[in-house]
């Protein structure tokens, strides 16, 4: 039994195989294969099949071993000759449906051979996209490696992308992805003896000029590949050791990585704010000329946690109110009671204004419809109705922009006056008294400080320091109105983040179904890959 173990243990080993692809501009490769292998007294040669021509030849073969000394090429090669006559040698085996490159095995030990050929008209030109489908590892190759890894690159500057090529593999566990412009195939765990690597690319017209012109179309060559592999299924696929690995790599990138990235952000703004802070006076002006989404993302760009909206809409709301386009009005409700109504108006200017501030008025005014009075519900509703989706993707993507703290160095001045008008609102309280030209400003103190979200105590300290202004100023009234606001607000501010989960589950399962199947990369197919070029059965030390 221990013999038995040890003969076993001492036959020819492949622990790793890579082979790197290169292609020229008219689509012919030179393709380089590294054996990593351990030999012992079995067997007298190594060798390639390439069968499955269909149009492309095989020549220029080279082989050289860890000694980088160049093998003897003699052409036609025997294959039934010994193993001390082929040692040092290569050549090539012609056969009637395709080739088997050969060489000798020489002395045992761990060895390195280094094989390299040329194969013409690898990529092909179809009607709509260049490419191929090729098998690079053959199936029943013996002994069966441990580890594949394919690079295929063009010669010249070229770089490949998920924009300008597809790419998909079979018949193999692993993955294929674009790695530094390259396509690289590479297996996650050893061969059996079902394993192959069949690789299948398109190239966007242009970036060949293919010698070799062929009938019909790439997707009929896609179409052919597809039968039989998952990439055609949508449902999930069978858990596999493979799906546990990436579970604990995405358990580190849940957990580790972002304690890691929250820690030097925390440090990163810390300064950041430090040196806005730092002799802060107030600012008692309008910064920013009045531009609120900028000045959220500046209030964003600087904090420690994430990014708010919710204040910005808020914010939005009551500037709508001081520029007339909404109001707070009491009317009679069917049952003859007096309530306060969200009362949208047309606004002569408004194509003048801001994005934001004009999508949050047309929703507004169309949700509320003919009578023009907008109700919670028939907000929620609006913004819940599928038909609606685009102009509701429209206003998340422009509501929800960001800028980093780094696009602010050059601009410290505003990003103080901003903060310093903020530290103005929150001391509001410790002035005595308030200058006519100041008071006119209050309207706007109002906005600032809804969207700082300290409204409630700016309001309260305006309400102590002069009562009879709300009295006085009907509009500054209804901007300070604490039964109707934070009734609309609520509904708002939960109808957008709604409509935003809702927008990225969407894109993101479309990604999903479209990425792999598209030929962005990810796990290969075990089964399918039909209609190959290349490859066969066998190979290996015989």
Same mark, same amino acid.
């Given at each position: 039994m221990l013999l038995a173990s040890a003969t076993a243990s001492a036959r020819p080993q492949l622990r790793d195989l890579t082979i790197q692809v290169v292609l020229s501009k008219n689509g012919d490769a030179r393709i380089t294969e590294t054996r990593l292998m351990s030999i012992d007294s079995e067997g007298t040669e190594c060798y390639i099949p390439?069968?499955?021509?269909?149009?492309s030849e095989v020549h220029d073969l080279l082989v050289t071993d860890e000694t980088e000394q160049p093998f003897t090429n003699i052409g036609d090669w025997d294959i039934d000759k010994s193993r001390s006559w082929k040692a040092g040698k290569c050549g090539i085996v012609t056969k009637h449906n395709g080739y088997e490159l050969c060489w000798g095995l020489g002395d045992s030990g761990e060895r390195t051979y280094i094989t390299s050929?040329?194969?013409?008209?690898?990529?092909?030109?179809?009607?709509?996209?260049?490419?191929?489908?090729?098998?690079?590892? &053959?199936?029943?190759?013996?002994?069966?490696?441990?580890?594949?890894?394919?690079?295929?690159?063009?010669?010249?500057?070229?770089?490949?992308?998920?924009?300008?090529?597809?790419?998909?593999?079979? #018949?193999?566990?692993?993955?294929? @992805?674009?790695?530094?412009?390259r396509i690289v195939a590479e297996s996650s765990e050893p061969f059996v003896n079902r394993s192959a690597m069949i690789i299948m690319? #398109?190239?966007?017209?242009?970036?060949?000029?293919?010698?070799?012109?062929?009938?019909?179309?790439?997707?009929?060559?896609?179409?052919? =590949?597809?039968?039989?592999?998952?990439?055609?299924?949508?449902?999930d696929d069978d858990w596999?050791?493979?799906?546990?690995?990436?579970?604990?790599?995405?358990?580190?990138?849940?957990?580790?990585?972002?304690?890691?990235?929250?820690?030097?952000?925390?440090?990163?703004?810390w300064r950041a704010r430090r040196k806005v802070n730092k002799d802060l006076m107030w600012y008692r002006d309008i910064p920013l000329g009045g531009d609120l989404q900028e000045a959220n993302k500046m209030i964003n760009a600087y904090k420690y946690s994430s990014a708010?909206?919710?204040?910005?809409?808020?914010?939005?709301?009551?500037?709508?109110?001081?520029?007339?386009?909404?109001?707070?009005?009491?009317? +009679?409700?069917?049952?003859?009671?007096?309530?306060?109504?969200?009362?949208?108006?047309?606004?002569?200017?408004?194509?003048?204004?801001?994005?934001?501030?004009?999508?949050?008025?047309?929703?507004?005014?169309?949700? =509320?419809?003919?009578?023009?009075?907008l109700e919670p519900k028939e907000l929620k509703s609006w913004m819940k109705d599928t038909y609606n989706q685009? &102009?509701?993707? @429209?206003?998340?993507?422009?509501?929800h922009t960001k800028t980093g703290i780094s696009n602010y160095k050059h601009r410290l001045d505003e990003v103080?006056?901003?903060?310093?008008?903020?530290?103005? +609102?929150?001391?509001? @309280?410790?002035?005595?008294? %308030?200058?006519?030209?100041?008071? @006119?400003?209050?309207?706007?103190?109002?906005?600032?400080?809804?969207?700082?979200?300290?409204?409630?105590?700016?309001?309260?300290?305006?309400?102590?320091?002069?009562?009879?202004?709300?009295?006085?100023?009907?509009?500054a009234n209804q901007m300070a109105d604490d039964r109707t606001l934070p009734t609309i607000y609520s509904t708002m501010?939960?109808?957008?983040? #709604?409509?935003?989960?809702?927008?990225?589950? %969407?894109?993101?399962?479309?990604? &999903? =179904? #479209?990425?792999r199947s598209s030929g962005h990369g990810g796990h290969a197919s075990w089964g399918g890959g039909g209609g190959f070029s290349g490859g066969g059965f066998g190979g290996g030390v015989r």
């Amino acid at each position: 039994m221990l013999l038995a173990s040890a003969t076993a243990s001492a036959r020819p080993q492949l622990r790793d195989l890579t082979i790197q692809v290169v292609l020229s501009k008219n689509g012919d490769a030179r393709i380089t294969e590294t054996r990593l292998m351990s030999i012992d007294s079995e067997g007298t040669e190594c060798y390639i099949p390439i069968g499955n021509l269909n149009g492309s030849e095989v020549h220029d073969l080279l082989v050289t071993d860890e000694t980088e000394q160049p093998f003897t090429n003699i052409g036609d090669w025997d294959i039934d000759k010994s193993r001390s006559w082929k040692a040092g040698k290569c050549g090539i085996v012609t056969k009637h449906n395709g080739y088997e490159l050969c060489w000798g095995l020489g002395d045992s030990g761990e060895r390195t051979y280094i094989t390299s050929y040329t194969v013409t008209n690898l990529v092909k030109g179809y009607d709509d996209a260049d490419g191929f489908n090729y098998m690079f590892v &053959a199936q029943g190759i013996s002994p069966l490696p441990d580890h594949v890894r394919v690079t295929i690159e063009p010669e010249d500057t070229l770089q490949f992308t998920c924009e300008n090529t597809g790419i998909w593999g079979f #018949r193999y566990n692993g993955e294929i @992805s674009f790695m530094n412009y390259r396509i690289v195939a590479e297996s996650s765990e050893p061969f059996v003896n079902r394993s192959a690597m069949i690789i299948m690319a #398109r190239f966007n017209k242009g970036l060949f000029e293919p010698a070799d012109i062929r009938e019909g179309t790439f997707e009929q060559v896609k179409d052919t =590949a597809f039968e039989g592999s998952d990439y055609n299924y949508s449902e999930d696929d069978d858990w596999t050791w493979e799906d546990t690995l990436i579970l604990l790599c995405m358990v580190f990138g849940i957990f580790i990585v972002p304690i890691i990235g929250a820690i030097w952000y925390i440090i990163y703004v810390w300064r950041a704010r430090r040196k806005v802070n730092k002799d802060l006076m107030w600012y008692r002006d309008i910064p920013l000329g009045g531009d609120l989404q900028e000045a959220n993302k500046m209030i964003n760009a600087y904090k420690y946690s994430s990014a708010d909206y919710n204040n910005l809409l808020s914010a939005c709301i009551l500037k709508l109110i001081d520029m007339g386009g909404i109001s707070i009005e009491q009317r +009679l409700n069917e049952k003859g009671k007096t309530e306060s109504n969200f009362v949208i108006h047309e606004m002569e200017d408004i194509d003048s204004q801001p994005v934001l501030l004009r999508q949050v008025h047309n929703i507004f005014k169309k949700a =509320a419809g003919e009578d023009t009075i907008l109700e919670p519900k028939e907000l929620k509703s609006w913004m819940k109705d599928t038909y609606n989706q685009g &102009a509701t993707d @429209s206003f998340i993507q422009i509501l929800h922009t960001k800028t980093g703290i780094s696009n602010y160095k050059h601009r410290l001045d505003e990003v103080r006056q901003l903060f310093g008008l903020k530290k103005f +609102l929150k001391e509001f @309280s410790l002035l005595d008294e %308030r200058h006519v030209q100041e008071v @006119s400003l209050w309207k706007d103190y109002m906005i600032y400080a809804t969207l700082f979200g300290i409204a409630d105590q700016v309001i309260s300290d305006m309400k102590k320091i002069n009562p009879e202004y709300f009295n006085m100023d009907q509009v500054a009234n209804q901007m300070a109105d604490d039964r109707t606001l934070p009734t609309i607000y609520s509904t708002m501010h939960s109808s957008t983040t #709604r409509a935003a989960m809702n927008k990225a589950e %969407r894109e993101a399962n479309a990604r &999903a =179904a #479209r990425a792999r199947s598209s030929g962005h990369g990810g796990h290969a197919s075990w089964g399918g890959g039909g209609g190959f070029s290349g490859g066969g059965f066998g190979g290996g030390v015989r």
